[in-house]
């Protein structure tokens, strides 16, 4: 995770009111010259000066579309305001209001374990292993993707990714997100004795050599902390207190809550859900509770939605975007300086770049279901 040096005190002391007239007034004078883009897990404070709203696919897609705008705001994380780095043009900037907005799901992949369970791998068998990671990874790890012939996903297209690495490979190498490997590749129709679990702690990453020669699906021991906090219990006390409820989750969560679930999907996936749900229906939704909490006032005069869980679950990472930091960097473009750019060297951006075109090549008009 990066350092976020604190902001001026003025920033964090202001009212709510004064923040929201002051931002609107940098947008306002930074015209077409920017573009702020808010993931669905930001705080509605954040949101509400958003020019684009999506998940990591769509927002991916809108940042690699942007030609006019000098300056890109990513409201998210680190790993999307890299990837918006690499899919813009060198005249675009790329800011990332809180330097400390990382994904613990992308830390659990770093890149020497990732080259060192490579090498045992590939000499553990001789079938073409092709490497995929979840977009929620480093750049550098991407990279390494990209030059071994393989790509990046995300939780909108994984089916498609996993079909094109099995159309190219033998087996797949699946980072960081054991749970998206798990769910996309069971929905596929490969049962789970074709997976196995890498993990970096363990020697040989804890698997023999025949359980690597036998395996399809070779996934990393990662999860995303956030996800992990739902659990099949949750949805037996749902359906059990009203079975009227549908139960729509992220595909991050573990298999055995999505074999609970009615409906799994990305977060863009989930939003189109409600949005396109009768009036009158009733949703328990497996996700990060802003993006809960925005839905269920969203639509709380035709439909219910509740989160999945008792407990709230916050991604703390996303929650560090707030209006005093958003204005902080917007103040600075004012100034005609630019603080908090990300900005991915071009080596590795050479080689991730192969990753990231192959994931835009594999994408669908909807994102699709994983259940
Ligand atoms: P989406 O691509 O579905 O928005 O997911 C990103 C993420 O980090 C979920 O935890
Ligand atoms: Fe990462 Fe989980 Fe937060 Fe998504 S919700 S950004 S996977 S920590």
């Known amino acids: 995770m990066l350092y976020q040096p604190p902001i001026p005190s003025k920033y964090t002391e202001m009212r709510e009111r004064d923040l929201i ?5 940098r947008k306002q004078r930074l015209g077409r010259r920017l573009v702020i883009l808010g993931h669905h897990y930001q705080h509605d404070d954040v949101i509400q000066f958003a020019d684009f709203t999506g998940d990591s696919l769509k927002l991916a897609k809108i940042a690699a579309a942007q030609t006019e705008a000098e ?12 990837t918006a780095d ?3 043009s060198d005249d675009v900037h790329v800011i990332l209001p809180d330097l400390a907005a990382g994904c613990s799901m992308a830390d659990m992949a770093e890149i020497d374990q990732v080259e060192d369970a490579w090498e045992r791998l590939t000499d553990a ?17 991407k990279a390494f993707c990209g030059g071994r012939d393989g790509a990046c996903c995300t939780s909108s297209n994984a089916p498609q990714v ?15 997100d054991q749970h998206l490997g798990r769910n996309t590749a069971y929905m596929m129709g490969y049962p789970l004795d074709s997976m196995v679990v890498y993990d970096p702690h363990q020697e040989n990453g804890g698997l023999t050599d025949a359980e690597v020669a036998d ?6 021991r990662g999860h995303c902390s956030v996800h992990q906090l739902f659990t099949p219990e949750q949805c037996d006390q749902i359906r059990a207190a009203d079975p009227a409820y549908q139960i729509l989750v992220h595909p991050e969560v573990p298999w055995e809550v999505v074999q609970k679930a009615d409906l799994a999907g990305s977060t863009e996936f989930i939003v189109k859900t409600v949005a396109e749900a009768p009036a009158g229906t009733k949703w328990a939704v497996g996700t990060e509770v802003n993006l809960v909490n925005r839905l269920t006032k969203q639509y709380a005069d035709t439909k219910v939605v509740r989160s999945l869980a008792g407990v709230q679950c916050l991604c703390t990472t996303m929650y560090r975007i707030d209006m005093p930091h958003l204005l902080h960097v917007l103040d600075n473009l004012v100034d005609g300086r630019i603080v908090n750019q990300i900005h991915v060297d071009p080596e590795t951006t050479a080689l991730a ?11 669908s008009a909807r994102p699709v279901a994983i259940k």
């Open 71 to 82: 300056f890109v705001i990513f409201c998210g994380v680190h790993f999307m305001a890299e």
């Open 215 to 220: 395996a399809r699906f070779i996934l990393w």
């Open 125 to 141: 068998t001789d079938a073409k292993i092709v490497p995929i990671t979840y977009v929620n990874s480093a750049a550098n790890i």
């Open 86 to 88: 690499m899919l813009t």
């Open 21 to 25: 007239a002051a931002i609107a007034d």
């Open 162 to 176: 996993l079909e094109w690495a099995l159309r190219t490979g033998e087996k797949v190498l699946f980072l960081p």
């Open 353 to 363: 770049i192969l990753a990231l075109n192959r994931m835009l090549a594999n994408v």
